[in-house]
């Protein structure tokens, strides 16, 4: 990459940030002829970092060009390890010509490694800006992101690229594969096997949690779980987004492994703004603690309702799934008593 290391890369994109700081104090001189003077040189030297900045872009679209192509209309196609990505050139020069109505960058096209289509899907791809930084400067940290897009697109802030490649791959094999088993290996121990077309992953207190994608007549993913010793999978789930109340924490393939990585551990604690009423019901059908302490802390409260249960954006659940509710809070009791 050039001008740039992958560490200095990954950290445009990070939610971690130095401290600020402190500009550097100008001596001004007593005349006014001098602080003319002075303030000139400094514009006049932020005009060259901005030409130098410049320079660098073209210099990374010349020593990539064959991964950085101008289509017809002047917009920059990249190819990324994962995807193509077009980039309206013009909308970022008019920005940058006149830089208070810039606040981010547009969406970015999304295109599948098979070639670009007609309605692609688009994503939200921002970079941390830092103090004193040209904007063509940061506009080459934007490009070579994509462009090394299996190194970025895993890190924190780039949310909504996740969740368009997993839109225009799901989770079967594709040029996500390598990169997303690596990453969750790691992570939570997570492997893939598509002859089934599952993941499976490690849990807290010995739990083990299956997903399965493989179901073409279902929108969300089936889920089963093993407890300690147990050598079979227990089905909880054929379809999560149809069986559950649509919770946030249990919507994209990235938000259910990390919520059910954390789990059943997280749900001692959980209200139902941070878990789905309908899941954490369903654990605690096999997880004794957990059903007690639902007794004693939501169940047997005396404003307790579960049809006034709010989840989501202050939603409350609907009539059917407040129906499910009722249903597993009388399981819960009497697995609580049992």
Same mark, same amino acid.
């Given at each position: 990459?050039?001008?740039?290391?992958?560490?200095?890369?990954?950290?445009l994109?990070?939610?971690?940030?130095?401290?600020?700081?402190?500009?550097?104090?100008?001596?001004?001189?007593?005349?006014?002829?001098?602080?003319?003077a002075?303030?000139?040189?400094?514009?006049?030297?932020?005009?060259?970092?901005?030409?130098?900045?410049?320079?660098?872009?073209?210099?990374?679209m010349?020593?990539?060009?064959?991964?950085?192509?101008?289509?017809?209309?002047?917009?920059?196609?990249?190819?990324?390890?994962?995807?193509?990505?077009?980039?309206?050139?013009?909308?970022?020069?008019?920005?940058f010509?006149?830089?208070?109505?810039?606040?981010?960058?547009?969406v970015?096209?999304?295109?599948?490694?098979?070639?670009?289509?007609?309605?692609?899907?688009?994503?939200?791809?921002?970079?941390?800006d830092?103090?004193?930084?040209?904007?063509?400067?940061?506009?080459?940290?934007?490009?070579?992101?994509?462009?090394?897009?299996?190194?970025?697109?895993?890190?924190e802030?780039?949310?909504? =690229?996740?969740? *368009?490649?997993?839109?225009?791959?799901?989770?079967?094999?594709?040029?996500?594969? %390598?990169? +997303? &088993? #690596?990453?969750?290996?790691?992570?939570?121990?997570?492997?893939?096997?598509?002859?089934?077309d599952?993941?499976?992953?490690?849990g807290?207190?010995?739990?083990?949690?299956?997903?399965?994608?493989?179901?073409?007549?279902?929108?969300?993913?089936?889920?089963?779980?093993?407890?300690?010793?147990?050598?079979?999978?227990?089905?909880?789930?054929?379809?999560? =987004?149809?069986? *559950?109340?649509?919770?946030?924490?249990?919507?994209?393939?990235?938000?259910?492994? %990390?919520? +059910? &990585? #954390?789990?059943?551990?997280?749900l001692?604690?959980?209200?139902?703004?941070?878990?789905?009423?309908?899941?954490?019901?369903?654990?605690?059908?096999?997880?004794?603690?957990?059903?007690?302490?639902?007794?004693?802390?939501?169940?047997?409260?005396?404003?307790?309702?579960?049809?006034?249960?709010?989840?989501?954006y202050?939603?409350?659940?609907?009539?059917?799934?407040?129906? *499910?509710?009722?249903?597993?809070?009388?399981?819960?009791?009497?697995?609580?008593?049992?």
């Amino acid at each position: 990459m050039l001008g740039m290391s992958v560490d200095s890369l990954a950290a445009l994109f990070s939610d971690m940030c130095d401290e600020d700081v402190p500009l550097e104090d100008l001596m001004y001189p007593e005349d006014q002829s001098g602080r003319r003077a002075v303030l000139l040189r400094h514009m006049l030297e932020k005009a060259k970092s901005v030409e130098r900045a410049a320079e660098l872009v073209m210099g990374i679209m010349e020593k990539n060009q064959h991964r950085m192509k101008l289509d017809e209309n002047g917009k920059l196609v990249i190819v990324g390890h994962l995807a193509y990505y077009r980039i309206d050139m013009f909308a970022f020069l008019k920005k940058f010509v006149n830089p208070f109505t810039y606040t981010s960058f547009d969406v970015v096209e999304v295109h599948p490694k098979s070639g670009l289509v007609p309605k692609p899907e688009t994503a939200c791809v921002q970079v941390r800006d830092q103090d004193d930084m040209p904007a063509y400067d940061l506009f080459a940290g934007y490009i070579l992101g994509l462009l090394n897009d299996n190194v970025t697109w895993l890190t924190e802030s780039l949310e909504p =690229l996740r969740n *368009t490649l997993i839109r225009i791959y799901g989770v079967t094999p594709s040029p996500l594969t %390598e990169s +997303l &088993a #690596a990453h969750f290996g790691a992570k939570v121990g997570g492997e893939f096997d598509f002859s089934d077309d599952s993941f499976t992953f490690e849990g807290t207190n010995g739990w083990k949690w299956k997903l399965g994608f493989g179901h073409p007549l279902t929108r969300g993913f089936s889920i089963a779980y093993q407890k300690p010793r147990q050598t079979w999978w227990n089905p909880m789930f054929d379809d999560h =987004l149809q069986e *559950t109340t649509g919770h946030y924490s249990l919507c994209g393939f990235f938000e259910v492994v %990390e919520h +059910l &990585a #954390a789990s059943p551990a997280i749900l001692k604690t959980a209200n139902d703004w941070q878990t789905d009423p309908i899941f954490v019901r369903k654990v605690a059908l096999d997880y004794p603690p957990l059903a007690k302490l639902l007794m004693e802390t939501v169940l047997d409260a005396e404003e307790y309702d579960p049809y006034e249960i709010y989840t989501f954006y202050d939603e409350r659940v609907n009539e059917d799934e407040a129906r *499910t509710i009722v249903e597993l809070d009388e399981q819960v009791r009497r697995r609580a008593h049992a």
